[in-house]
């Protein structure tokens, strides 16, 4: 079945691709820096401290904060931190309307913002996951290096992952490609749509690793405005 009797040229084109941006942001990263400190010092000390002592209390060994990330709480509603959320919510949006939806009779609402540093002791990492229910999914870089871990995006398409043949030669980006990574550095902003899985692999612990990750929502006006008004039921109820 080689056809090499029957050539025929095929035209070429491909739909139901992935999109993803990437740029250089460099205008917030040292402020980032400083804002993402407080919260992670924050979060070492009120709950990564426990955590620590419970492991190391029921394995009976001392392992640190060894494999574990540091996770802070949601910051989007910091006003410390409103020019960047600002900036990320505007992108998404932009991002949304460049991939073709029609999200005018919709808003956009953060449901979570946060920064996260893997482990200096090493074995920090993330496994393949999705967030559920979300628009947009974005990377903002404040600590990396060729050294450390880095983010790795899946093909989102179950049934192609289902039928997946062996690839000719899997240091070349094509078709049949079921994940990429990017080699990222400080500065870097990543967004992708929302159902795409992504991964960070082992990080060695060589050098810092630590980045912003948020979550966006496309939420119907309708629904929007309506839960608006409830809330505001509630508030006069309250003062009442």
């Given at each position: 079945m080689d056809g090499s009797n029957n050539h025929v040229k095929f035209s070429s084109a491909a739909y139901f691709s992935t999109p993803v941006w990437t740029a250089e942001v460099p205008q917030f990263l040292n402020k980032m820096l400083r804002l993402s400190d407080g919260y992670l010092k924050k979060t070492q000390k009120k709950i990564m401290k426990k955590a620590i002592q419970e492991r190391d209390k029921t394995l009976g060994v001392k392992l640190?904060?060894?494999?574990?990330?540091n996770h802070s709480e949601s910051f989007n509603n910091d006003l410390k931190a409103k020019d960047f959320v600002d900036f990320c919510g505007q992108r998404s949006y932009e991002f949304l309307d460049w991939c073709g939806f029609n999200i005018s009779n919709h808003s956009l609402h953060f449901t979570e913002c946060w920064v996260q540093e893997f482990s200096p002791?090493?074995?920090?990492?993330?496994?393949?996951?999705?967030h559920w229910n979300q628009h947009v999914s974005g990377f903002y870089f404040l600590k990396c290096s060729d050294k450390t871990s880095m983010p790795v995006l899946h093909d989102p398409r179950p049934g192609a992952m289902m039928?997946?043949?062996?690839?000719?030669?899997?240091?070349k980006i094509t078709f049949a490609n079921e994940a990429i990574h990017y080699n990222v550095k400080p500065g870097m902003m990543i967004l992708i749509p929302g159902y795409t899985p992504h991964q960070y692999p082992v990080d060695m612990g060589i050098e810092p690793f630590r980045f912003i990750?948020?979550?966006?929502?496309?939420?119907?006006s309708a629904i929007s405005k309506e839960t608006s008004m409830r809330k505001k039921d509630d508030d006069q109820r309250i003062k009442s």
């Open positions: 640190e904060d060894f494999g574990l990330s002791k090493g074995a920090g990492h993330h496994d393949i996951h999705t039928t997946k043949l062996p690839q000719k030669d899997g240091s990750h948020w979550n966006i929502q496309a939420v119907p």
